[in-house]
């Protein structure tokens, strides 16, 4: 899959387009295929290294988006 990752605390120059392997969800975790997402301030302040020293590398700066879920993790119920 292809994602854009901050890579450091660079801002905007520190964002790059990488491939990953598509990830298998841990107990607990919930598996999405994106169909759209959302950048908001959260997002800039992201970017920007407004979150400091909590912030662990390489983060993609995602925080609204929608899809369907591919698959769930050990433990996960899904309610609709």
């Known amino acids: 899959m292809k994602s854009y990752e901050l890579q450091g605390p660079d801002g905007a120059e520190g964002l790059r387009l990488v491939d990953r392997p598509v990830p298998h969800p841990a107990a607990g975790q919930v598996l999405v295929r ?3 997402a959302t950048l908001n301030y959260r997002d800039l302040l992201t970017v920007k290294g407004g979150y400091g020293s ?12 929608a899809g369907t879920v591919e698959s769930v993790g050990a ?6």
């Not at 909590?54 to 988006?65: A, H, N, T, Y």
């Not at 433990?75 to 609709?80: A, E, I, N, Q, S």
């Open 34 to 36: 994106m169909k759209a």
């Open 75 to 80: 433990g996960v119920r899904l309610c609709f």
């Open 54 to 65: 909590r912030q662990k590398f390489p983060l993609i700066p995602v925080s609204d988006g």
